[in-house]
Antibody, heavy 121, light 107 residues
Framework: EVQLLQSGGGLVQPGGSLTLSCAGS????????MSWVRQAPGKGLEWVSS????????YYADSVKGRFTISRDNSKNALHLQMNYLRADDTAVYYC??????????????WGQGTLVTVSS | DIQMTQSPSSLSASVGDRVTISCRAS??????LAWYQQKPGKVPKLLIY???TLQSGVPARFSGSGSGTDFSLTISSLQPEDVATYYC?????????FGRGTRLDIK
């Protein structure tokens, strides 16, 4: 069974940093691009970032460019999102998601369980 | 960037009704369009990709159509378990983008 298990998240002060992780299982991790999508409380879905299967190409939404870094460790079937200079409007549930091909940008299936990031003093 | 406009933003219909949700792209995106269902408090679930391809395991009452700028998601016979918010997503190029969602309730 294909599964994505997320970890990390929590409460952080404005200007702080946090790293989210996502562990993939049940599929050949390096064969799939991976992405992060977030959802602010009571709001819609927002694409955040994507990374190619071999990790050599990344894409970011303008809202996070220069502050967030997506990375992956295919030897550990792990995806990460390093979030720096966090702002109140970064408060959201963050989902990792698998793409169907090694090259981004595509549809997302499946999604991780989501992890809440709250930026507040 | 190409914007996605969904309509209506909310919809109430009766069990058994045929329901259609629309999604319009500000520029042509060929068929690079997916639809998701998100039930309250749950993780989004892929319904349709490539505008009209039904994801494995999704009930056949769901269907998608369209190409270019105008797309639609249709539920042929609304069921109580279809109460959810539905999102379209364009993936023709980065940045990918979602529509603002359509909340569907039972009348």
């Amino acid at each position: 069974e294909v599964q994505l298990l997320q970890s990390g998240g929590g409460l952080v002060q404005p200007g702080g940093s946090l790293t989210l992780s996502c562990a993939g299982s049940g599929f050949t991790f390096s064969n799939h691009a991976m992405s992060w999508v977030r959802q602010a409380p009571g709001k819609g879905l927002e694409w955040v970032s994507s990374i190619r299967g071999n990790g050599d190409t990344t894409y970011y939404a303008d809202s996070v460019k220069g502050r967030f870094t997506i990375s992956r460790d295919n030897s550990k079937n792990a995806l990460h999102l390093q979030m720096n200079y966090l702002r109140a409007d970064d408060t959201a549930v963050y989902y990792c998601a698998r793409e169907p091909y090694t090259t981004p940008i595509n549809w997302f299936d499946p999604w991780g369980q989501g992890t809440l990031v709250t930026v507040s003093s | 960037d190409i914007q996605m406009t969904q309509s209506p933003s909310s919809l109430s219909a009766s069990v058994g009704d045929r329901v259609t949700i629309s999604c319009r792209a500000s520029q042509g995106i060929s068929n690079y369009l997916a639809w998701y269902q998100q039930k309250p408090g749950k993780v989004p679930k892929l319904l349709i990709y490539a505008a009209s391809t039904l994801q494995s395991g999704v009930p056949a009452r769901f269907s998608g159509s369209g190409s270019g700028t105008d797309f639609s998601l249709t539920i042929s016979s609304l069921q109580p378990e279809d109460v959810a918010t539905y999102y379209c997503q364009r993936y023709d190029s980065a940045p990918s983008a979602f529509g603002r969602g359509t909340r569907l309730d039972i009348k």
